[in-house]
């Protein structure tokens, strides 16, 4: 395969935050309860990146357990947050993941807490609180509780992978969305049947939002610095509320746009100052 130049492997990670972006329109669009939508955008996924990557019966004994589960529930967490919230505050407070790897670091990684860690911390967890002010019906108000743990998965998982940076992540994403198509099945079970129109969807969520995203973000990493990585991703949630408000006409409020824009300001100060002192900053993951 041919070397990437710079802005070749730019585009592709710019292109796969892109296809992030589509998540919250599309499972949305399927006419299915959250469960049902996480298992077959699981299974299309895994079995899509199988025949992609081609794992070699070697490779899969650097699966991570804990990884792959922490990854199914991130998966899960997050599409039934999708369901029962809106999309921008699903994505919005997905991203306060990066700070749960600030937070933990120290623990688990041995890695320096500084004080502007504990700054966008704070600064991070009073634009959370954004989110919950005003009159919120309780569907509302449980998605957005579910979305905080969505993020706090996603943190986890980006600590896990980063521990495990010296072996080989595929398998583990690959046995994460086959065990989150298992730990859906059960609850989704009779409510699995879909249109021609579902069909499409989730195959789509499945192959590009999710799969073919992937490949581009893996494949433009090879080129392109962490930090500079973890900002391109940061597209994904500028565009995740535009497509649904465009498709669905949903409008997240005032607050949880001021909040949503708190969070990101705050990971991405963080990300700049990690960038400039030469530590690694947290990536991106497709959730």
């Known amino acids: ?20 972006s589509t998540g919250g329109l599309a499972i949305k669009l399927v006419p299915l309860p959250a469960l049902g939508v996480a298992f077959w955008r699981s299974l299309v996924s895994a079995i899509f990146l199988v025949v992609v990557f081609r794992p070699a ?13 922490i990854y199914a529930l991130m998966i899960l967490s997050f599409v039934s947050a999708t369901k029962m919230t809106t999309a921008a505050n699903a994505i919005f407070l997905q991203y306060t993941g990066p700070l749960y790897v600030l937070a933990f670091a120290p623990f688990l990684l041995k890695e320096r807490f500084r ?21 919120l019906d309780p569907g509302a108000l449980t998605g957005n509780l579910v979305a905080v743990v969505a993020g706090f998965f996603f943190g986890l998982v980006i600590l896990l992978l980063r521990r495990d940076a010296a072996g080989d992540a595929i398998p ?56 500079e990585a973890s900002l391109l991703g940061m597209l994904e949630p ?50």
């Open 1 to 20: 395969m041919a070397p990437l130049s710079p802005l070749r492997g730019r585009l592709l990670v710019v292109a796969a935050a892109l296809l992030w």
């Open 57 to 69: 019966r070697a490779r899969w004994r650097h699966a991570s357990i804990a990884t792959s589960l």
């Open 115 to 135: 004080h502007v860690d504990a700054a966008a911390m704070a600064v991070a967890l009073a634009g959370m609180s954004l989110f919950f002010v005003g009159r």
């Open 172 to 227: 583990s994403v690959i046995a994460g969305n086959f065990l989150a198509a298992a730990l859906a099945f059960p609850f989704a079970r009779g409510h699995l049947a879909l249109d021609g129109r579902g069909i499409l969807l989730v195959l789509f969520l499945g192959i590009v939002q999710l799969g073919i995203s992937y490949v581009l973000f893996v494949r433009g990493l090879t080129v392109v610095p962490a930090a």
């Open 238 to 287: 500028m565009f995740n509320p535009l497509w649904a408000f465009l498709g669905l006409g949903e409008k997240p409020s005032a607050w949880a746009l001021l909040g949503g824009a708190i969070v990101l300001c705050a990971v991405a100060g963080r990300t700049v100052f990690g960038w400039r002192a030469g530590d690694p900053a947290p990536l991106p993951s497709p959730d």
